[in-house]
């Protein structure tokens, strides 16, 4: 495995980690406009189609 994303389905956060050529993973966090790419698919997605269809609660607890 060389990378594997987490999505927040509460509070619209999103994670990824990556193994890079050392044995530590790294973290990259997504706000709202950023999009991800998950290299080892060879694919990239907005944050925003991550979220698509998804309601969250009214306290504003979202990422920037």
């Given at each position: 495995m060389h990378e594997y994303l987490l999505i927040d389905s509460q509070c619209r956060a999103v994670e990824l980690?990556?193994?890079?050529?050392?044995?530590?993973?790294t973290?990259?966090?997504?706000?709202?406009?950023?999009e991800?790419?998950?290299?080892?698919?060879?694919?990239?997605l907005s944050v925003t189609s991550l979220f698509e269809n998804v309601t969250f609660p009214e306290d504003g607890n979202s990422l920037a």
């Amino acid at each position: 495995m060389h990378e594997y994303l987490l999505i927040d389905s509460q509070c619209r956060a999103v994670e990824l980690y990556r193994r890079e050529k050392n044995p530590l993973w790294t973290l990259h966090a997504f706000g709202s406009e950023d999009e991800v790419e998950l290299v080892s698919l060879g694919v990239r997605l907005s944050v925003t189609s991550l979220f698509e269809n998804v309601t969250f609660p009214e306290d504003g607890n979202s990422l920037a």
